[in-house]
C-alpha cells in the first residue's frame, strides 16, 4: 500500500539549538503518522524524545535508569514517595489531589527492573501542561520526609494486642505478589538467568528485605539517579515541540550536569546451562500432584542489537505465539503438562533479551522429559524449517499491530513509549522499533534471499546458546506459613531487642505517623496547585457517528472513523432467554468456537488462516441494565478485525466457525478447557477484588447475576469439575454446546455493527450479506425474568497473604436522577475518605467505591488490604460521612473535574464502536448523555448531601457483603461478625 505523507511537517531540522536544547536528529515515520524529534538539553545532557502526531491525548513521561543493587524495594518505594510532595507543592499527597482534580487521561508511574517511569497525559493543553509541571517537580525536586517514607515503605507498630507489626503500602503490596505463582515463577527466573547483575534483585521488593531498607539509603538513591543527566523524556501528541522546548527548558532550569553511573553491565555468556528449583504458594488442602510449572529460559541478544531484537519477536511468536506454533503444539500435545506455562514469551525490557517457554500443570518428575522435548522440537525446525504460511501469519500480525492505533487503558504514547525504551534505555536508537511495516518489508526481503533465515536465529539463540536456565516451581502448602513463621520470628527477635527507650520511641514515631494522615493540609498548601476551573469545561459530549440500517434483513449499526486502513465487524447475538443452567456454558461455547477448526479446517489450519487474513477474532459476553432501568439484556458478542484488504477472507472465517464449527476434536477440547481453568485460577489473586464483588454482586442484579456465572466463581467451578471429570462429561458437553448452537447462532438475534472508515465499511458491508444468509433464521429471544436468590455473605479462602474485602449495593440505573450524584460520590469517597482510611491509614494497596449503573450496582472493594473487619467498619462510616457532613466546595469541584476527566476517556477507534454497540443495547441516547454531564457540572454540596441521605441508608440495609481471604482470618472475622460469612473454598 502506497503512505501519503500525514506527518506534521517539521518545525527544526538536526542541528538546530533552540533555548539551551540541541536537535539531533529529526525523521519522519509516515506509516504511524509521526515526526519524531531527539533532542539533548545541553547544560544537563536531558535526553528528550518527541513524537509529534495528531493526536490530541498528549503524553508526558520522565525515566531514570534506576538498577538496585539489593532486594529492599527502594526504586519501588522511591516511586510511590516522590509522587507525594515537594518544596513548591508542599502537600502531603499529591499525586492523589492531580488523579481527583484533574482531567488527566493517564497518570501513574511504574517501577522496573531497571527504570523508573513517571507518564502523565490529558486531551485538554492547559491542564496537560500543569499536570507536566508539577510532575516533574515532585520527582526533580520531592521532599521525601521522613513520614512519607514510613508510610509507603515501612514501619513498625504495636498493634493492639502488643504484638510489634510491620507495616508499609508497598510492603503489603509485594505481599500480594509474593503470593501469586506467576509473580513468584517470573522473579525466579529472572534472577536467576542474570546473577551478579541489577536484575538479580526485585526493583519491587521482596517482602523479607524491605525492612532493611533505611530512610538515608532511600534519599541517596534519589540523589544518586534521579538527575536530569540520567533523565529521558519522552512526548508525544499534538503539542509542537517548540512549546514542550520552552516548558523544558523552565523545569531544567537550575540543574547541571552530574557525574554518575547508571549503566546495566553486560552479562557474559555462561558456558554450560544451570537449573533452579523454587515454590509458590496452595492453598493448604490442595492436591500439590499436577502443579508444577517447568520452565526454560535463555539470555539471548542485547535489545540494542540491531534488527536481531525484531528477529527474536518474530522467531518467538513462531515458537509459541499461535495454536499452529510448532513447540507450543509439541507441548500441548506432549500430555506432559496442562497448557503453556504463563511464563512463556520474550522479555525485552532487560538489557539483554530473554526468552521463556514451559508447561504448567506438570509434576517435578517430568522436567527433564520436557527440557528434553523442548530441545528436540527446537532442533526439528532448525533443520527442517517453519511452514511457510505460520511465517507469513507472523509477519502479518507483527505489521498489523504495528499499523493498529490502540488505547485500551493506557494512551497510545505509552505504547510507543514502551518501544522506545527497548533501545534507548541501553543508550540505543530510540526509533529503532518504531517502524513496523519498514522493518517487516526488510526482513521479508531477507528472508527471500536466504529462505533458512529464521532457523538460524533459533540455532544461533537457542540450540547453541548455553546461557540457559531450566526452572522447576512446585507449589507448597506451607509456604505461606512458613514466610508467615519468618515474618513473626523476625518481630519477636526484633521486639526482644528493645528497651523500654527504643519501645516508647516506635509508640512517638506511630502516633507522629498517624497525626500526618489525618491532619489536612494547610489551605495554603493546596493552594499552590495549578487548578482548572468548572467554568473552563466543555459542556458537550463527544457524539459516536452511528448509521442505522440493516444487512440482508438483521440490523446493522455502521460508524464512519479513520481506522488506520483497519475495518472491525462485531457481531451481537442475543442470549437473555438461554436457560440458567446453560448460562454459565456460554463462555465454553464462545472459546470452543473461536479456538476449534471449522468447514473442513482443523484447529492448526484454523489458527494459520485467522493470524494471516485478521488482526485477531474474539469474543466476549456482555449484560447489562437499560439506561431507563425498564430491562436487562444479555449478548454474546464475536469481534474480528482485517486490514481492508482481507475483509471478505475475514468475514469467511467468522461465517466457518459460526457455521461449520467442528467439536468432536476431543484432544483440542481437552487443551482448551485444560487451559481455561488454569486461565482462570491464575485471574483470582491478582484481581480478588473483582471476584468478591462479583460474588457478592450476584443476587443483586440479573446483569450481576450473569456476570458471576459467567466469569466469576460459579464459572471458575463449572470449568474446574469438567476438567476433573472430562471423560464422562464429554457427551454431555458437547451435546449442550450443539444445544446451544442452534439456538444462539441464528440470523434473529443477531445485531451487526461496524466500524471503519467509507472504504472498509463499503467491502464489510458487501460481505456482511453472504455472511447473513449463511445463518440460520432461528427463533428471536423470548422473555425471561430473573428468579429470586437470597443474599448471602460469602468468605472465599484463598492462599494468599492478604485480604480483598467487597460489599455492594444495589442501585439506580443510568436514567435516575440520582445517577449523577451517586457517580460524583463514588469518585469522591474513593478519592478521599477510602483512599484516606484504607490505603494512606490502613496500609492497603487499594480501597475504593464505584458505581455501575449498567449492572445496577454500587461496590465498595479494598485491594491486597491486610485488614478485614476494619474495612467493613470503614465502609459504613464512608456512608456515615457523606450524609452527615457535606463535601466542602473545593472538594467538590476536584470531584466534579476529575468525573468529567473519566466521562472523556478517549477510545481508540474500535473502543468507539464497541461503546456505540454497548450504549444502543442500553437504550442509553446522546441526549441523556448530555442531560448526565450538565448534572455534573452543576451539582451542588447540598444535592449530594441529599442524595446520599436518599439513597444509602436503605441500600446499605440490603448490603452484600464478600471477602477473598486467607481461610483463617475468615473464621477469625467470624467471631466478630454480627451477618456471618458463608465460608467456601474457591474450587
Ligand atoms: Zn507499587
Known amino acids: 500500500m502506497q503512505v501519503k505523507n500525514v506527518c506534521p511537517p517539521p518545525t527544526f531540522a538536526a542541528g538546530d539549538k533552540r533555548d539551551g536544547f540541541h536537535i539531533l536528529r529529526v525523521e519522519q515515520i509516515p506509516e504511524i503518522r509521526v515526526t519524531a524529534y531527539e533532542i539533548e538539553h545541553e547544560r544537563t545532557g536531558a535526553k528528550i524524545l518527541h513524537l509529534h502526531c495528531d493526536d490530541r491525548e498528549n503524553l508526558f513521561s520522565i525515566g531514570f535508569r534506576t538498577p538496585p543493587r539489593d532486594s529492599t524495594g527502594v526504586p519501588h518505594i522511591l516511586e510511590h514517595s516522590v509522587l507525594a510532595g515537594?518544596?513548591?507543592?508542599?502537600?502531603?499527597?499529591?499525586?492523589?489531589?492531580?488523579?481527583?482534580?484533574?482531567?488527566?487521561?493517564?497518570?501513574?508511574?511504574?517501577?522496573?527492573?531497571?527504570k523508573t517511569i513517571y507518564p502523565v497525559a490529558s486531551q485538554e493543553k492547559r491542564d496537560f501542561f500543569n499536570l507536566a509541571r508539577v510532575y516533574a517537580d515532585l520527582v526533580l525536586r520531592p521532599r521525601?520526609?521522613?513520614?512519607?517514607?514510613?508510610?509507603?515503605?515501612?514501619?513498625?507498630?504495636?498493634?493492639?494486642?502488643?504484638?510489634?507489626?510491620?507495616?508499609?503500602?508497598?510492603?503489603?503490596?509485594?505481599?500480594?505478589?509474593?503470593?501469586?505463582?506467576?509473580?513468584?515463577?517470573?522473579?525466579?527466573?529472572?534472577?536467576?538467568?542474570?546473577?551478579?547483575?541489577p536484575y538479580a534483585c526485585d526493583s519491587g521488593g521482596d517482602p523479607e528485605r524491605i525492612p532493611d531498607l533505611t530512610y538515608e539509603a532511600f534519599r541517596k538513591f534519589h540523589r544518586t539517579f534521579y538527575s536530569p543527566t540520567n533523565a529521558r523524556f519522552f512526548l508525544s501528541g499534538n503539542i509542537p515541540t517548540e512549546e514542550h522546548l520552552v516548558f523544558l527548558a523552565e523545569i531544567l532550569a537550575g540543574f547541571d550536569r552530574v557525574a554518575l553511573d547508571s549503566s546495566i553491565p553486560i552479562l557474559p555468556r555462561w558456558k554450560d546451562p544451570r537449573a533452579i528449583h523454587g515454590f509458590f504458594p496452595i492453598d493448604r488442602e490442595e492436591k500439590p500432584e499436577g502443579k508444577t510449572t517447568v520452565n526454560m529460559a535463555w539470555m539471548t541478544a542485547e535489545n540494542t542489537a540491531g534488527g536481531t531484537a525484531m528477529m527474536l519477536t518474530i522467531v518467538a511468536d513462531l515458537l509459541v505465539g499461535s495454536a499452529a506454533s510448532p513447540l507450543r503444539k509439541a507441548l500441548i500435545d506432549?500430555?506432559?503438562?496442562?497448557?503453556?506455562?504463563?511464563?512463556?514469551?520474550?522479555?525485552?525490557?532487560?538489557r539483554q533479551i530473554a526468552f521463556a517457554v514451559g508447561l504448567r500443570g506438570t509434576d517435578p518428575d517430568k522436567a527433564p522429559r520436557i527440557e528434553a522435548l523442548i530441545l528436540d522440537s527446537l532442533r526439528d525446525v532448525a533443520e527442517n524449517g517453519f511452514?511457510?504460511?505460520?511465517?507469513?501469519?507472523?509477519?502479518?500480525?507483527?505489521?498489523?499491530?504495528?499499523?493498529?492505533?490502540?488505547?485500551?487503558?493506557?494512551?497510545?504514547?505509552?505504547?510507543?513509549?514502551?518501544?522506545?525504551?527497548?533501545?534507548?534505555?541501553?543508550?540505543?536508537?530510540?526509533?529503532?522499533?518504531?517502524?513496523?511495516?519498514?522493518?517487516?518489508?526488510?526482513?521479508?526481503?531477507?528472508?527471500?534471499?536466504?529462505?533458512?533465515?529464521?532457523?538460524?536465529?533459533?540455532?544461533?539463540?537457542?540450540?547453541?546458546?548455553?546461557?540457559?536456565?531450566?526452572?522447576?516451581?512446585?507449589?507448597?502448602?506451607?509456604?505461606?506459613?512458613?514466610?508467615?513463621?519468618?515474618a513473626r520470628e523476625r518481630m519477636a527477635r526484633v521486639a526482644a531487642s528493645l528497651d523500654e527507650e527504643e519501645k516508647e520511641q516506635i509508640r512517638q514515631e506511630t502516633l507522629l505517623l498517624k497525626r500526618f494522615q489525618t491532619e489536612p493540609d494547610p489551605p495554603e498548601a493546596a493552594a499552590t496547585l495549578p487548578k482548572l476551573k468548572i467554568d473552563d469545561i466543555s459542556r458537550e459530549i463527544e457524539t459516536i457517528p452511528t448509521e442505522r440500517t440493516a444487512a440482508g434483513g438483521v440490523p446493522l449499526l455502521r460508524h464512519d472513523l479513520f481506522t488506520n486502513g483497519i475495518a472491525y465487524l462485531d457481531l451481537a447475538f442475543d442470549v437473555s432467554d438461554i436457560p440458567d443452567e446453560l448460562q454459565p456454558y456460554l463462555p465454553l461455547l464462545g472459546k470452543l468456537t473461536t479456538q476449534m477448526g471449522a468447514a473442513g479446517f482443523s484447529y492448526e489450519a484454523m489458527a494459520k488462516r485467522i493470524s494471516l487474513r485478521t488482526g485477531g477474532l474474539g469474543f466476549n459476553l456482555?449484560?447489562?441494565?437499560?439506561?431507563?432501568?425498564?430491562?436487562?439484556?444479555?449478548?454474546?458478542?464475536?469481534?474480528?478485525?482485517?486490514?481492508?484488504?482481507?475483509?471478505?477472507?475475514?468475514?469467511?472465517?467468522?461465517?466457518?466457525?459460526?457455521?461449520?464449527?467442528?467439536?468432536?476434536?476431543?484432544?483440542?477440547?481437552?487443551?482448551?478447557?485444560?487451559?481455561?481453568?488454569?486461565?482462570?485460577?491464575?485471574?483470582?489473586i491478582p484481581s480478588g477484588h473483582i471476584f468478591a464483588q462479583m460474588a457478592a454482586a450476584a443476587t443483586l442484579s440479573l446483569p450481576a447475576w450473569r456476570t458471576e456465572q459467567w466469569h466469576g466463581r460459579t464459572q471458575l467451578r463449572l470449568i474446574a469439575g469438567t476438567a476433573d471429570h472430562l471423560n464422562d462429561l464429554r457427551e454431555e458437553i458437547r451435546e449442550k454446546l450443539a444445544r446451544l448452537r442452534r439456538i444462539v447462532f441464528v440470523r434473529n438475534r443477531l445485531l451487526i455493527n461496524m466500524t471503519a472508515?467509507?472504504?472498509?465499511?463499503?467491502?464489510?458491508?458487501?460481505?456482511?450479506?453472504?455472511?447473513?444468509?449463511?445463518?440460520?433464521?432461528?427463533?428471536?429471544?423470548?422473555?425471561?425474568?430473573?428468579?429470586?436468590?437470597?443474599?448471602?455473605?460469602?468468605?472465599?479462602?484463598?492462599?494468599?497473604?492478604i485480604c480483598y474485602v467487597a460489599k455492594v449495593l444495589a442501585a439506580p440505573p443510568y436514567a435516575d436522577p440520582l445517577s449523577a450524584p451517586l457517580f460524583v460520590l463514588a469518585r469522591q469517597l474513593s478519592n478521599g475518605y477510602l483512599y484516606r482510611h484504607i490505603r494512606v491509614q490502613g496500609g492497603a494497596y487499594g480501597g475504593s467505591c464505584r458505581y455501575e449503573p449498567s449492572s445496577g450496582l454500587f461496590a465498595f472493594l479494598s485491594y491486597r488490604d491486610p485488614h478485614l473487619i476494619e474495612t467493613l467498619d470503614i465502609y459504613r462510616h464512608a456512608v456515615d460521612s457523606v450524609c452527615n457532613t457535606p463535601v466542602p466546595q473545593e472538594e467538590l469541584e476536584k470531584a466534579v473535574i476529575g468525573t468529567i476527566g473519566a466521562l472523556d476517556k478517549p477510545l481508540d477507534p474500535a473502543g468507539r464502536g464497541y461503546t456505540a454497540l454497548i450504549r444502543e443495547f442500553s437504550g442509553m441516547t446522546d441526549p441523556m448523555r448530555h442531560r448526565f454531564r450538565e448534572e455534573v457540572l452543576t451539582i451542588t454540596t447540598k444535592r449530594l448531601q441529599d442524595a446520599a441521605r436518599l439513597y444509602f441508608p436503605a441500600a446499605a440495609e440490603a448490603a452484600v457483603v464478600a471477602v477473598c481471604a486467607p481461610e483463617e482470618r475468615l473464621h477469625a472475622a467470624n467471631e466478630l461478625l454480627e451477618e456471618k460469612l458463608e465460608i467456601e473454598k474457591l474450587s
Not at 436487562?632 to 466457518?656: C, P, Y
Not at 463499503?762 to 429470586?788: F, I, R, W
Open 622 to 684: 456482555v449484560a447489562g441494565a437499560t439506561a431507563d432501568g425498564s430491562g436487562n439484556w444479555q449478548k454474546m458478542v464475536f469481534s474480528v478485525k482485517a486490514l481492508h484488504r482481507n475483509t471478505d477472507e475475514a468475514v469467511g472465517i467468522i461465517r466457518d466457525i459460526l457455521t461449520e464449527g467442528d467439536l468432536n476434536d476431543d484432544a483440542r477440547v481437552r487443551e482448551l478447557i485444560l487451559e481455561k481453568k488454569n486461565g482462570l485460577h491464575a485471574a483470582v
Open 334 to 350: 506432549s500430555g506432559l503438562g496442562e497448557d503453556l506455562s504463563p511464563v512463556t514469551g520474550l522479555e525485552r525490557d532487560l
Open 86 to 114: 515537594s518544596e513548591r507543592y508542599p502537600l502531603k499527597d499529591v499525586f492523589n489531589e492531580l488523579v481527583r482534580g484533574t482531567l488527566q487521561t493517564f497518570i501513574n508511574a511504574f517501577t522496573y527492573p531497571d
Open 387 to 486: 511452514d511457510r504460511e505460520l511465517i507469513e501469519g507472523t509477519l502479518h500480525q507483527v505489521e498489523f499491530h504495528g499499523r493498529e492505533m490502540v488505547r485500551g487503558n493506557y494512551p497510545y504514547g505509552i505504547v510507543l513509549m514502551g518501544r522506545a525504551y527497548h533501545t534507548w534505555l541501553y543508550d540505543g536508537d530510540p526509533l529503532t522499533d518504531m517502524n513496523f511495516p519498514r522493518i517487516i518489508r526488510d526482513i521479508r526481503q531477507e528472508w527471500e534471499k536466504k529462505p533458512d533465515l529464521f532457523q538460524r536465529v533459533v540455532r544461533q539463540w537457542f540450540l547453541d546458546n548455553p546461557h540457559r536456565l531450566l526452572s522447576v516451581m512446585e507449589p507448597s502448602r506451607t509456604f505461606l506459613e512458613e514466610r508467615e513463621q519468618k
Open 144 to 197: 521525601l520526609m521522613r513520614e512519607t517514607f514510613l508510610q509507603e515503605g515501612h514501619h513498625l507498630e504495636f498493634a493492639e494486642n502488643g504484638d510489634l507489626t510491620i507495616s508499609g503500602i508497598v510492603y503489603n503490596e509485594m505481599k500480594g505478589a509474593y503470593s501469586s505463582p506467576e509473580a513468584l515463577m517470573y522473579k525466579a527466573i529472572q534472577e536467576n538467568l542474570y546473577p551478579g547483575t
Open 757 to 801: 472508515d467509507p472504504v472498509g465499511l463499503q467491502s464489510l458491508t458487501a460481505a456482511a450479506d453472504g455472511l447473513v444468509a449463511a445463518l440460520p433464521a432461528g427463533n428471536p429471544p423470548t422473555n425471561t425474568e430473573m428468579q429470586n436468590r437470597r443474599p448471602v455473605h460469602i468468605g472465599i479462602a484463598i492462599p494468599a497473604q
